[in-house]
């Protein structure tokens, strides 16, 4: 590591030119990389749900939709203008109306009762479904929702997935300045009031440009990443790797006393580059941990921010001392005032009542416990969206004239008979909450020549040996009510037709619900058995993970039973992801609070005074990381509109928090209390020569 070390100081000019230029390359790589808005798309592909929407894509091309709302009196010929725009609108595959199935000029009254129901609604309103080429979150199908929006005429709303998708990239766009602003912003404010030197916040911030443009133009090899991924990543990698930074700067200022400011520096990269590599490495597997979900949504999260951390760690032991040197007189200049946590009243207080911490923090975990298991959850993009938005407005528009918030998609088998077809559509009509089923045996059926059904409209329900039932509901998706009427329907479906599937947002969902569970057990417990045995080679101890993961844990219960007692409504990747974001980002403040306890255990201090000796000097790094990476995360709570972000964001920031103040007052409580139990357990623990001389202490404790 020394050659490493010298090599960055002595050639620093070259090491910064390089940086520059990956820079540009890193641009390349962000501008090319595909951002995927759709969560849904995440699901795994083997679900039912999902098969069944690839039947939708590739036979009846129906994966992608949305639908137009035309409310008021509009003249025939002007509704059939603005059809024939539509269609004409690269991407768009066609424009469904009445006007596809009979003649226009049928009066209305003589048609299939749940025709008329599924076209004409309140508000003299009716309704078209414009089918798209491609899926639901392709760039093509986001280009042609935009051009669409401009051909609608007054009194039209345009509403379902796509739609949303596209407000959602739009809005996104819109706010991802702000929240790398409010990131940066933020973080300056706590590095200056806990740093002296007035010029280092800039500084870091300037080395942490870095890392952040590497890792998002690296994500071109992942080919896209998900919105929620590019919101948070460059908040996350700031609040996370901030602490690699603050080493560095501390340990070369403490070298600078005897050494000449290159040979310190060198110093500083190889005592530092040990703890902070051991520290990467908890939070790396905490994000790595995401991989093993179902849900790939979690491997995105994952994959992207755990290089994201090895990215910093790199840039720190190189990119960040080269700016160090060139900068190191305006270091040394300009100082300033600064907030110096005093904690003798803390130690002294955790000193004197260990068991009463420990019992207290028992009883508020275990609360906490429960109430995380009440929490209330939404999986719905909608409810995370502004209501004001082109697409939430449609959408609601088709529930307030047509009853119809959902739409549920059923694919059956060809080769069944129209019996047993209408039998299915009769059985499915019949079920609590659904307001019609539209299938081709009901057009047949309602008085209509089969010679009379246009071909378009035999396509629209027959293909590839497949026969497509297109039902409402009156429920929305996510919904308890939904989630029964999925089952039902699944076990109606299923007599029919064991090959039978039922796809859509409804079902969708209800998967989402499945694999999130599934999802949440997964990742803590992967997450908890990486962290445990990173610490078990660091300190070559059984007792010592226990207690630091038991630490984290506790915080991780209160923060995500918090949102019960406030009455609060969470997204569903907040509860699956923020127990190994919180575990892995704050479980060094542990590592370093139990090494420095370690340390006066070896000088010769009692549990209780060494335990007191690390709260102190602890202290001061534990809270400007934790402060550092509050910072970071809380400013998206107060600028960001999506609820989805606001509300993971809200739980990260106070997770730093809740984290920072259990590890200052719980943690050496339970250092002091289990003292024995950590000297036993612990390879080397304790010097041989101090073992006799630390039991007699120990037994005068």
């Not at 469904?96 to 049928?106: A, P, R, Y």
């Not at 068991?355 to 906490?368: E, G, S």
């Amino acid at each position: 590591m020394e050659r490493v070390a010298r090599f960055v100081v002595k050639r620093r000019g070259f090491v910064l030119a390089v940086a520059c230029m990956l820079l540009v390359l890193s641009a390349f790589g962000y501008i090319n990389t595909r951002v995927n808005y759709d969560i849904l798309s995440y699901l795994p592909s083997e679900l039912e749900s999902m098969e069944g929407e690839r039947y939708l894509d590739k036979d009846f091309g129906l994966a992608s939709t949305a639908m137009v709302t035309v409310e008021g009196d509009m003249p025939t010929a002007e509704l059939l203008k603005m059809k024939q725009d539509i269609e004409a609108v690269d991407g768009v595959t066609s424009c469904f109306w009445l006007s596809d199935v009979v003649d226009v000029t049928v009066p209305k009254e003589i048609l299939p009762d749940d025709v008329t129901n599924m076209m004409y609604g309140k508000n003299d309103s009716t309704m078209m479904m414009v089918r798209f080429e491609e899926s639901s979150a392709s760039d093509k199908t986001i280009r042609a929702i935009v051009q669409i929006k401009g051909i609608m005429k007054k009194d039209c709303f345009l509403g379902g997935m796509s739609t949303i998708l596209e407000d959602t990239k739009e809005l996104v766009n819109q706010e991802l300045p702000k929240y790398v602003l409010c990131a940066v912003v933020f973080s300056l404010i706590v590095l200056f009031l806990f740093l002296e030197n007035t010029a280092v916040p800039f500084i870091f911030m300037l080395g942490i440009i870095f890392p952040v443009v590497y890792n998002f133009g690296s994500n071109v090899f992942m080919g896209e990443i998900s919105y929620i991924t590019q919101a948070l990543a460059a908040v996350l990698q700031l609040g996370v790797t901030m602490d690699f930074s603050i080493f560095l700067l501390h340990r070369y200022q403490e070298e600078k006393v005897n050494k000449s400011n290159e040979d310190a520096m060198v110093s500083a990269i190889c005592l530092t580059s040990t703890s902070i590599l051991s520290s990467s490495l908890t939070t790396i597997a905490g994000f790595l941990a995401m991989c093993t979900m179902s849900l790939t949504l979690g491997a995105d999260i994952g994959i992207v921010m755990a290089k994201g951390v090895a990215l910093g760690v790199i840039s720190t032991l190189t990119i960040l001392p080269a700016l160090i040197m060139y900068f190191d007189k305006i270091i040394e200049k300009r100082r300033h005032p600064v907030i110096t946590p005093h904690m003798h009243k803390v130690a002294a207080v955790v000193t004197k009542h260990p068991k009463r911490i420990i019992m207290i923090f028992v009883v508020i975990a275990l609360v906490f416990f429960r109430a995380q298991s009440l929490t209330s959850v939404y999986y719905t993009l909608t409810d995370s969206l502004p209501q004001d938005l082109t697409g939430i407005a449609g959408t609601n528009k088709l529930d307030e004239d047509f009853g119809m918030p959902s739409f549920h998609f059923v694919i059956i088998n060809d080769n069944m008979s129209s019996a047993q077809k209408k039998s299915l559509a009769d059985e499915l009509d019949n079920v609590e909450g659904i307001k019609s089923t539209l299938c081709y045996e009901k057009f047949v059926g309602g008085g209509i020549p089969e010679s009379a059904v246009p071909d378009s409209a035999a396509e629209l329900f027959r293909s590839n040996g497949h026969e497509l039932m297109m039902i409402t509901t009156e429920y929305k998706p996510g919904t308890d009510e939904m989630n029964t009427q999925v089952q039902r329907m699944n076990k109606i479906i299923k007599r029919y037709d064991a090959d039978g599937i039922l796809t859509g947002e409804g079902a969708m969902t209800k998967d989402l619900i499945t694999t999130s569970a599934h999802d949440f057990n997964s990742t803590s417990v992967f997450s908890i058995l990486a962290v445990f045995l990173i610490i078990v080679i660091t300190f070559k101890s059984i007792s010592i993970p226990f207690l630091l993961v038991l630490s984290i844990e506790g915080a991780i219960m209160v923060n995500l039973g918090i949102p019960y007692f406030t009455g609060s409504v969470i997204p569903f990747i907040a509860s699956i992801v923020l127990g190994t974001i919180q575990l892995g980002a704050t479980v060094d403040y542990a590592i370093l609070m139990t090494t420095r306890f370690h340390e006066e255990r070896l000088n010769g201090l009692s549990p209780h005074d060494a335990a007191a000796t690390a709260i102190e000097t602890c202290a001061p790094s534990i809270i400007t990381s934790g402060l550092s990476f509050f910072a970071a995360t809380i400013g998206l709570y107060f600028v960001s509109r999506i609820d989805l972000i606001r509300g993971l964001c809200l739980l990260i920031s106070r997770g730093a928090i809740i984290s920072m103040l259990v590890i200052l007052f719980v943690l050496p409580a339970m250092l002091i209390l289990f003292a024995p139990i950590i000297r036993k357990t612990t390879y080397h623990w304790l010097d041989d020569s101090k073992e006799s001389v630390d039991i007699e202490v120990q037994e005068k404790s």
